[in-house]
């Protein structure tokens, strides 16, 4: 180590928390690097990497040091021993839950806002943010259909949007007793959470059943409200999948927009994950109706390639949601800066908060709306040959047809009888040996009761050599499982 380099390292604490010029650009650049190269090396690497409690305890378990060490050995442990540990969602083998691939652009942005250090709360707090997370809204506002008095807000993920869409349908009708909502048993544990949050008891909570391929049954809904309003209760909303997180099932959301405007009752669509289809040609007609909603969630963190956290809500009526957020604060009363001047605190659950628009904006400006149509378009492509490989195969069984990008199947040796206990075992011996034995992360859900291996296909770095030898390895272990 030079004299410089001593210099540098003795005073890096000897100003308090502050750090000088060329020491936050080394540090800077020296995080960049392992960043790079860790995306740059991604496809040698397992798509999964996961480590036991107590393994890690050893590692990270001590008191807060009293005295600072070099920021540079912090961020290579950081890089070492913590970030690492984790499914590596942006691995081009990462077909589990809902992975992702952000841009870089989109990680840049993250940087920069939180180096500007920019409260995304009020306009008079961050006008410019504020000004551009508009811009962004609107730009789904046209993707998704909406109207020009639609409106919303850029959220932490779906969950939170859900229940702000919860709470603006409660306050819609007035905050009514014995309040019910209704929704299809393949819907995301997170609408359940927002129910419960706002109020709802969970017996007041109508999981309905799903059809064959996992799409609300509009009957049983019709049934359930009926019922409800002759017993007393009070329906406040509905909510629909517009790409269910098991299957990617889209419910019926012309007939439920239907019955919900001739009912009275809130529309709510869960579009976390397959809202930005609507960007393509195929994903528009595959959610034709879902502008008739009276409000919509969806993440740019999943299908839209951005970093996490980028969930959003869009209302029909963006008056319905600031008559549900607004409240006045005697410290805030400087934040008024009169028409047209919005502050985002108010159409929210959220007073701080980050500028979340900022990556999206970035990504979008870089690489223009083609490339984004393109890669959630190569998305749909490659379940639609999954599903095709998946039906030529003598040892799988597709157990639901692929939607949008999401491909369900399961080891079923078509020169066996295997029960339905022992396919699940072999199943689940099967996706013991993908996380362990291969470079390929899948994870698994319920079809009515059967157990499912699950693809979802939404990196824009994955190739259909990843896809094919995933379903190779599957092939290969259910053979070798079911021997």
């Known amino acids: 180590m030079g004299q410089s380099e001593r210099k540098r390292e003795a005073g890096e604490h000897s100003n308090g928390l502050q750090m000088a010029p060329e020491q936050m650009l080394d540090l800077a650049r020296k995080a960049a690097e392992l960043v790079v190269e860790r995306i740059d090396g991604l496809p040698k690497e397992n798509a999964w990497e996961g480590e036991f409690r107590r393994e890690l305890e050893n590692w990270l378990v001590e008191e807060p040091p009293e005295a600072g060490r070099p920021a540079a050995e912090v961020i290579e442990q950081a890089a070492r021993d913590v970030l690492p540990i984790a499914t590596r969602l942006d691995h081009p083998r990462c077909f589990g839950f809902v992975p992702t691939a952000p841009t870089w652009p989109g990680v840049l942005a993250d940087f920069m806002a939180a180096g500007y250090n920019a409260n995304a709360c009020t306009w008079l707090v961050a006008s410019g943010p504020s000004q551009l997370e508009l811009v962004v809204i609107d730009w789904l506002r046209r993707w998704l259909g909406y109207p020009e008095s639609a409106g919303g807000l850029l959220t932490s993920g779906g969950s939170a949007a859900s ?4 709470v603006a349908a409660r306050e819609a009708v007035g905050h009514p007793e014995r309040m019910t909502v209704y929704m ?43 019922d409800d309003r002759a017993a007393g209760f009070n329906p406040i909303a509905v909510c629909a999948n517009a790409g269910a997180g098991s299957t990617g099932a889209i419910d019926p959301i012309g007939a439920m927009a239907d019955y919900c405007e001739a009912e009275g009752i809130w529309l709510h669509i869960d579009a976390a994950y397959g809202g930005f289809a609507v960007v393509t040609e195929r994903g ?61 605190s108010d159409r929210g659950l959220q007073l701080s908060r980050s500028v979340r628009a900022l990556k999206i904006w970035m990504s979008v400006q870089t690489f223009g709306m083609a490339a984004f149509r393109q890669a959630v378009s190569k998305g749909m492509e490659l379940a639609d040959r999954a599903e095709e490989y998946v039906q030529a195969s003598q040892t799988l069984e597709m157990l639901t047809p692929a939607s949008l990008s999401i491909v369900c199947f399961r080891v079923n040796p078509a020169d066996t009888d295997l029960d339905e206990k022992s396919l699940d075992e072999i199943n689940k011996t099967v996706l013991a040996r993908v996380f362990w034995d291969t470079h390929s992360f899948v994870s698994s859900t319920l079809l009515h009761g059967q157990f499912s291996l699950r693809m979802c296909i939404v990196n824009h770095t994955t190739t259909w050599d990843d896809v094919r030898k995933t379903l190779e390895a599957i092939e290969r272990f259910g053979r070798e499982a079911s021997a």
């Open 184 to 226: 299809s048993d393949q819907s995301h544990s997170a609408q359940v959470r927002a129910a419960k949050i706002i109020g709802v008891r969970p017996e007041c909570i109508r999981l309905l059943p799903s059809d064959e391929h996992s799409r609300l049954d509009m009957e049983a809904l019709a049934r359930a409200v009926a």
């Open 163 to 166: 229940l702000d869409a919860f």
């Open 284 to 344: 528009k007609k595959l959610l034709h109706g879902i502008e008739r909603a009276d409000s919509i969630g969806l993440d740019a963190h999943k299908w839209f390639f951005q970093p996490y956290e980028a969930g959003c809500l869009l209302v029909k009526d963006l008056s319905t949601l600031e008559h549900a957020f607004g409240v006045r604060h005697d410290m805030l009363q400087d934040t008024i800066w009169g028409a047209n001047h919005p502050n985002f």
